[in-house]
């Protein structure tokens, strides 16, 4: 993997990210801490939700862990003064934690769909909390965003796109929920409950529609091409076909709930 297909544009996914914001406090209020927990935010991003976690936990910290420079960078820039070192900034990639029985509890969101194999991902997870810890997480699953998927999925097999995104696998993994489950119990995980929920999310107009599917989706398909005017091309026709969705310019987001214990 290349310094790049790992970075995302931080800035602009902190101020683009309120989907992911409001998906992730419902998750974090389903989540019951006494308050003086030592957590990881897998996956953390610019950290909007680690701020969140942190208000949760007085008395507590959180690790956030991150592949991105970039995100880690902005995350701390937006709590080094709010938290100080209750929250602490780590990079690692999930599916190879560095951390053994560490945690009282992994929280993430919006994150797992982005790791390719998740028994490895469920096992590092697993490695990494202490006996009775826990998982509340959720992530993109089911048919996560498949009207956008077969459009992109057309568009990149056609002779302009082709020499760059021709044969290009997808960067993410949709699991089932029944799929999602058998592998945390595989990973040694208890207790498990996992579940599917619909959140379509409309955007404003095709300005705010482009400019998120270019940040929040589809940046790594559009790195592998190299002009900037074929970019601005391949993102302007998926918003063209947008604008005739009912309602227009919306994303047929779905969520996977993750949730085990360790024994
Ligand atoms: C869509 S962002 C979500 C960020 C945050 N959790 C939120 O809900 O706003 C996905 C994050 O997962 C990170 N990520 C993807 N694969 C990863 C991996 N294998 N290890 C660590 N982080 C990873 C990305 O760098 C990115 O910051």
New binding site residues.
């Given amino acids: 993997m290349t310094s790049a297909s790992?970075e995302?544009d931080s800035s602009a996914?902190h101020r683009l990210?309120g989907p992911?914001?409001s998906w992730?406090k419902k998750v974090l209020a389903r989540v019951h801490l006494r308050g003086d927990e030592t957590l990881l935010?897998a996956?953390?991003?610019?950290g909007?939700?680690t701020g969140e976690l942190l208000e949760a936990l007085p008395h507590g910290r959180v690790v956030g862990?991150?592949?991105?420079q970039n995100?880690l960078r902005t995350a701390r820039e937006h709590l080094a003064t709010r938290f100080g070192d209750r929250a602490l900034w780590v990079a690692?990639?999930?599916?190879d934690l560095p951390f053994v029985r560490a945690f009282d509890g992994i929280f993430?969101?919006?994150?797992f769909h982005?790791?390719l194999d998740h028994d490895k991902l469920f096992r590092s997870l697993y490695g990494a909390l202490r006996p009775r810890g826990w998982l509340r997480a959720q992530c993109g699953g089911g048919p996560n965003l498949e009207r956008l998927r077969k459009r992109t999925a057309v568009l990149a097999a056609s002779p302009k796109y082709a020499p760059f995104l021709g044969g290009y696998a997808e960067p993410w993994t949709y699991s089932d929920a029944g799929t999602a489950a058998e592998r945390l119990r595989r990973a040694g995980f208890v207790a498990v409950d996992t579940g599917l929920e619909p959140a379509l999310t409309v955007l404003e107009d095709a300005g705010k529609y482009s400019e998120f599917v270019r940040t929040?989706i589809l940046h790594r398909h559009l790195e592998r091409i190299p002009d900037a005017r074929l970019r601005g091309e391949f993102l302007a026709e998926l918003t063209r076909q947008a604008a005739a969705d009912d309602p227009p310019y919306s994303l047929d987001y779905w969520r996977l709930n993750l949730s085990g214990d360790v024994p």
């Fill in positions: 790992r995302w996914y990210s992911q914001l992730g935010d996956g953390c991003g610019s909007r939700l862990v991150d592949l991105s995100m690692a990639d999930l599916q993430s969101t919006a994150a982005w790791v929040v």
